[in-house]
């Protein structure tokens, strides 16, 4: 019996080789010192890879910086990037948090994503990065 192909199979081959803006940083004044820092962005939108659709969430990111901190102007521009692109949820939260990961290299971050209702399901996805322990020097 031949497996019948789906609807979404070989939409998001490129999804993690995506060129997006660059997330600027700064440099955190208080590198020794643990703390944690919240964002909420209530107007994420990106659009359903099979319909073509939009998709509206809000995105908490909580993270506690080490030697940088996200600078908010950039990181706007980059979240209107997923506007005009298709993607699944929980692709766009791995992908944010991957993005963040890479541009301020955080002691941890936690990327929740959290979908407006589409054909009666809420889409809630969480994804979170946590710095490997450094070996002290001997």
């Not at 399901?121 to 994804?127: E, P, S, Y």
Request: net charge positive; proline share 5%.
């Amino acid at each position: 019996m031949k497996k019948q192909k789906s609807g979404y199979e070989g939409r998001q081959e490129n999804i993690r080789r995506l060129k997006t803006p660059k997330i600027e940083v700064w440099q955190n004044k208080y590198p020794d010192k643990k703390y944690n820092i919240n964002l909420e962005v209530s107007e994420f939108t990106c659009i359903c890879p099979k319909t073509g659709l939009p998709d509206f969430a809000m995105v908490r990111i909580e993270y506690s910086p080490a030697k940088y901190c996200i600078e908010l102007k950039s990181f706007k521009i980059y979240l209107i990037f997923y506007r005009n692109l298709g993607i699944f949820h929980e692709h766009a939260v791995n992908r944010i948090l991957d993005d963040l990961v890479e541009a301020c290299k955080p002691r941890w971050l936690k990327v929740r994503g959290e979908f407006n209702l589409r054909g009666g399901i809420k889409t809630t996805v969480t994804a979170e990065y946590k710095r490997k322990p450094q070996l002290s020097q001997r």
